[in-house]
């Protein structure tokens, strides 16, 4: 049989578009929708949602619910539990919403709870878990040790862009925008855009002013649960206050 530099160029171009027309169809037919054998493991999988081909690891069906209108991408990993057949001690393990868009690539581990709302879009290769390696014991190989579960609760409406890390313990308000590469490990407050890593809040949004750009430090998220205990939007952060006696001043005598 010829390679295919010895191919001629009239047959390589047959060729291509053979496998590019093929290619299309096996995706079309390979995608998993409603009553699809697939879609039926699922403890829920909403009318009109669908799972590109071709999928990612997908393993422990029963424990994840995926609401209507939903898709999830190409090569994207869905699963709760670390092996096939485990039984989970949360139900569900791992929620999606409807009108939510998961990104080509990305990974969602659940193991506890993982709650992704409505009208979510992420880029790709985003990941999301609830569950992390701990480091406690210097004596023991931190792959050896057992690992700590937070749940994980992503508002509706809310953005994360391409290539974002969302850890255990992370609390993502409604309507949030997260930026590319960036890594949630906490609190992030209903309509705000937070970047870096970790993620820090460098933009909010009052009734009052619109979008206002912050520090991008914690102040934003503090101010705004000071917000809500009072019941008001109008506070304003207090001002920290100087140190009077400079830390960088020589020692008396």
């Known amino acids: 049989m010829p390679s295919p530099r010895q191919v001629p160029p ?12 093929g290619w299309r169809w096996v995706c079309d037919l390979g995608a998993v929708g409603p009553g699809h054998p697939l879609a039926r493991r ?16 997908i393993f422990n069906e029963g424990w994840i619910r995926i609401g209507s209108n939903t898709m999830i991408g190409p090569y994207v990993s869905l699963s709760a539990g670390m092996a096939p057949g485990q ?28 709650e992704i709302g409505d009208d979510i879009q992420t880029g790709p290769y985003v990941y999301i878990t609830d569950q992390n390696h701990v480091y406690s014991d210097p004596d023991v190989p931190i792959g050896a040790q057992w690992p700590v579960e937070s ?40 309509h705000c855009v937070a970047v870096g890593s970790p993620a820090k809040v460098v933009k909010r949004y009052t009734p009052d002013d619109g979008w206002c750009a912050t ?13 809500k205990l009072a019941g008001s939007n109008g506070l304003t952060a207090p001002k920290k206050k100087k140190s009077t006696t400079s830390e960088t001043a020589p020692p008396t005598a």
């Open 151 to 190: 749940s994980v609760h992503i508002g509706s409406g809310s953005w994360l862009g391409t290539g974002v890390v969302v850890l255990p313990g992370s609390h993502i308000g409604r309507n949030v925008a997260v930026g590319a590469g960036s890594v949630v490990t906490g609190d992030l407050p209903d």
């Open 87 to 114: 039984q989970m001690v949360s139900d569900p393990v791992v929620s999606i919403g409807d009108r939510t868009l998961i990104g080509r690539g990305s990974h969602i581990v659940g193991h506890f709870c993982i």
């Open 42 to 57: 699922f403890g829920a999988f909403g009318e009109g949602s669908l799972i590109a081909f071709p999928p990612g690891a």
């Open 215 to 227: 520090d991008g430090g914690d102040d934003a998220v503090t101010v705004l649960a000071a917000q």
């Open 10 to 21: 009239w047959a390589r171009r047959l060729a291509s578009t053979a496998i590019d027309v």
